[in-house]
């Protein structure tokens, strides 16, 4: 679809996206040309130099989930850093060319699958570090009866 001034409905959202991803000054240096879904992709998704893209996010996820107490010490992998290691590398073996693909429906499938497992894995990944290192606080817990009029 073009609006009246021309642009497409996926230029606005390429533009939004890198508005959102507070990212328009650094595609505009890297890219001297309009707006590419692929190039756009590649910027906030894979960039892991770029602070604000996923990779980057979940490469320093990584890193922390790698300094929690015991990961240095078992002999494998933990739950943990095997879940970030696979949302990780997913988000590293997906090909920007064909994420940016719009199929026959009209919606780039490829884009649509990865991000929905990415929207799976995260959660995943929170729980399990939720149960492994945060603990319910406890209640406070009375010692002795209460009577009536206090002490």
Same mark, same amino acid.
């Given at each position: 679809?073009?609006?009246?001034?021309?642009?497409?409905?996926?230029?606005?959202?390429?533009?939004?996206? %890198?508005?959102?991803?507070?990212?328009?000054?650094?595609?505009?240096?890297?890219?001297?040309?309009?707006?590419?879904?692929?190039?756009?992709?590649?910027?906030?998704? =894979?960039?892991?130099? /770029?602070?604000?893209?996923?990779?980057?996010?979940?490469?320093?996820?990584?890193?922390?989930?790698?300094?929690?107490?015991?990961?240095?010490?078992?002999?494998?992998?933990? %739950?943990?850093?095997?879940?970030?290691?696979?949302? %990780?590398?997913?988000?590293?073996?997906?090909?920007?060319?064909?994420?940016?693909?719009?199929?026959?429906?009209?919606?780039?499938? /490829?884009?649509?699958?990865? %991000?929905?497992?990415? &929207?799976?894995?995260?959660?995943?990944?929170?729980?399990?570090?939720?149960?492994?290192?945060?603990?319910?606080?406890?209640?406070? =817990?009375?010692?002795?009866? &209460?009577?009536?009029?206090?002490?």
């Amino acid at each position: 679809l073009v609006n009246k001034l021309g642009v497409t409905t996926d230029e606005v959202l390429l533009e939004s996206l %890198l508005h959102i991803t507070d990212s328009v000054m650094t595609y505009r240096r890297r890219y001297q040309s309009g707006l590419q879904s692929d190039s756009v992709l590649e910027l906030t998704l =894979h960039d892991e130099t /770029n602070p604000r893209s996923l990779s980057y996010q979940l490469v320093r996820c990584r890193e922390h989930v790698e300094q929690l107490p015991g990961s240095q010490k078992a002999p494998q992998r933990s %739950l943990e850093e095997r879940l970030i290691l696979e949302v %990780l590398t997913d988000t590293r073996l997906a090909d920007s060319t064909v994420l940016a693909q719009v199929a026959e429906s009209g919606l780039r499938e /490829n884009l649509d699958a990865l %991000l929905v497992k990415i &929207m799976h894995q995260l959660p995943t990944l929170a729980d399990v570090l939720t149960v492994s290192y945060f603990r319910p606080e406890e209640r406070p =817990h009375q010692l002795s009866p &209460m009577r009536p009029g206090g002490f």
